[in-house]
């Protein structure tokens, strides 16, 4: 795990650049400092914003969603490098939630520019309607009665 940490830090922080979010700081550590000077085995993620959150609960919910999407994709980042062969999907599910406008546009952005390269399917799963026009292709899925059907395909 602690040859994990630097690399997990180097995605996340790529994400979040790619993002226009290069405020937030994310670090991993593998051990805690106890109050009593011992240390404990934890996995832990500390954030930071340059804007003045001093921890992921200070963050504002867009903030936390941005900071989340990134950790995601460095996660993902990291599994890719422990199996063989390359995964060409991802699916992203509620990325939009508690978003701004700017930041929509920006995870809009980074998925139709640096995601696209790299993965060939992208499912995006959203109740965003607003943004449903910035994707290509789509399947709309509706849920009538409690039965869940496809409405249309463009």
Same mark, same amino acid.
Do not use: W
């Given at each position: 795990?602690?040859?994990?940490?630097?690399?997990?830090?180097?995605?996340?922080? $790529?994400?979040?650049?790619?993002?226009?979010?290069?405020?937030?700081?994310?670090?991993?550590?593998?051990?805690?400092?106890?109050?009593? %000077?011992?240390?404990?085995?934890?996995?832990?993620?500390?954030?930071?914003?340059?804007?003045?959150?001093?921890?992921?609960?200070?963050?504002?919910?867009?903030?936390?969603?941005?900071?989340?999407?990134?950790?995601?994709?460095?996660?993902?980042?990291?599994?890719?490098?422990?199996?063989?062969?390359? &995964?060409?999907?991802?699916?992203?599910?509620?990325?939009?939630?508690?978003?701004?406008?700017?930041?929509?546009?920006?995870?809009?952005?980074?998925?139709?520019?640096?995601? $696209?390269?790299? $993965?060939?399917?992208?499912?995006?799963?959203?109740?965003?309607?607003?943004?449903? &026009?910035?994707?290509?292709?789509?399947?709309?899925?509706?849920?009538?009665? %409690?039965?869940?059907?496809?409405?249309? &395909?463009?």
């Amino acid at each position: 795990m602690n040859r994990a940490c630097p690399y997990l830090e180097q995605r996340t922080a $790529r994400h979040l650049e790619g993002l226009r979010n290069s405020q937030f700081k994310v670090k991993f550590q593998t051990v805690k400092e106890l109050k009593s %000077g011992d240390q404990k085995d934890e996995f832990n993620i500390r954030v930071e914003s340059n804007t003045g959150g001093s921890s992921f609960d200070a963050l504002s919910g867009g903030e936390q969603q941005i900071v989340s999407f990134s950790l995601g994709m460095a996660l993902a980042d990291l599994a890719e490098t422990q199996v063989e062969g390359k &995964s060409n999907v991802l699916i992203l599910d509620e990325c939009f939630t508690e978003l701004d406008a700017i930041n929509q546009e920006a995870v809009v952005d980074y998925i139709n520019s640096d995601l $696209r390269k790299t $993965r060939e399917t992208i499912l995006i799963i959203s109740n965003e309607e607003h943004l449903k &026009s910035l994707f290509p292709n789509q399947i709309h899925v509706v849920k009538e009665n %409690g039965i869940s059907r496809i409405k249309n &395909s463009v």
